[in-house]
């Protein structure tokens, strides 16, 4: 079955290579230019190699990192308000 067509590199060829010692989908580019045009295969040669697919960006952030502010809305998370000054207690009156 083929991976690249516009290439035409099948999944056999792609598994050939990665044998040989490819473990990247660039390493498989050099030695035979699958998904260096349209690249549309690259995901599929990225899961024959055992890498699975390429995380969206959103899903790359790190477990807790903010997502990104949709636009015209502020990213920035504001800081709680810094803490009043302790409430000075009552002056003693003297009398
Ligand atoms: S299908 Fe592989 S580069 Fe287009």
Redesign the pocket.
């Known amino acids: 079955m083929y991976v ?4 035409g590199i099948t999944e056999q060829e792609v598994r050939a290579h990665a044998a040989a010692g490819a473990c990247t989908p660039r390493q498989i580019a050099r030695r035979c230019s ?8 690259v995901r599929r040669i990225q899961g024959l190699l055992g890498r699975g697919a390429l995380p969206r960006r959103a899903s790359a952030l790190p477990a807790g990192a903010p997502a990104a502010a949709p636009a015209g809305v502020s990213g920035a998370v504001s800081a709680p308000p810094a803490p009043s000054a302790v409430a000075a207690p009552p002056a003693a009156v003297e009398a």
């Open positions: 690249c067509s516009c290439f699958a998904g260096t045009d349209c690249g549309s295969c």
